[in-house]
């Protein structure tokens, strides 16, 4: 089966400047996931959600940071405007579901988004 | 919210030799314990799971053991080859909330 797909791999963007990344989840995933992964650190989760819902966005900056999913399959995520601090690596990840024991967890990882801000 | 520590950093070790890399996490409810790999330029890719009534999991050279009373779980690779060069990610998730929590990671040099 075809994985996570994500685009573009790599971006470079002046300070104060708006950029969106596109991820393509697995075909059938209900679950899609946004993180940012800082050099040196874990990803760190931005928002989930199931199907098109928005589970968790607790720790989605929402004064510049946008996510959409719609249709419930692929789903972009924008920045705007940019500051230095938001360099790092976005990662789109899905899930064939987002919770219960007894359900399958296991996330797919796409290759990632590299955002550098100048 | 969930607070997860991984241990050590980074982590040197000769071909053949066992690595062993800990985690410990915060919130009791935590029920599913992924690790995960990652390489250069690369998404994280899942090597092995374990869920909260099982305490230990192998996969051939690769197991892991976790212990919910003291809250922590470790990845154990046994016969180490070169190509387990890479940063290993420990991930806490309360499936109930569908939260993860990630540690910050371990970079793995295994040295022919």
């Known amino acids: 089966e075809a994985g996570v797909a994500q685009s573009p791999r790599y971006k470079i963007i002046e300070k104060r400047q708006s950029v969106a990344f596109w991820c393509n989840p697995i075909?059938?995933?209900?679950?899609l996931y946004w993180y940012q992964q800082i050099l040196g650190q874990g990803p760190k989760l931005l928002i989930q959600?199931?199907?098109?819902?928005?589970?968790?966005d607790s720790q989605l900056p929402k004064d510049r940071f946008s996510a959409e999913r719609l249709k419930g399959v692929d789903s972009t995520l924008k920045i705007q405007p940019a500051k230095l601090e938001d360099s790092a690596v976005y990662l789109c990840a899905s899930s064939a579901s987002g919770g219960g024991v007894d359900l399958v967890n296991e996330q797919f990882f796409g290759p990632g988004t590299r955002l550098t801000v100048l | 919210g969930e607070n997860v520590e991984q241990h050590p950093s980074t982590l040197s070790v000769q071909e053949g030799d066992s690595a062993v890399i800990k985690c410990t996490y915060s919130?009791?409810?935590?029920?599913?314990f992924p690790w995960y790999k990652q390489e250069l330029g690369k998404g994280p890719q899942l090597i092995i799971d374990?869920?909260?009534?099982?305490g230990e999991k192998k996969d051939q050279r690769i197991a892991v053991t976790l212990n919910k009373t003291a809250k922590h779980f470790s990845l154990h690779i046994t016969e180490t080859q070169p190509e387990d060069s890479a940063v290993y990610f420990c991930a806490v998730t309360n499936t109930n909330a569908g939260k993860s929590t990630f540690g910050d990671g371990t970079t793995l040099t295994v040295k022919p």
């Open positions: 919130d009791s409810a935590s029920n599913y």
């Open positions: 075909s059938g995933h209900a679950t």
């Open positions: 959600f199931q199907n098109n819902g928005v589970v968790d």
């Open positions: 374990i869920r909260s009534n099982v």
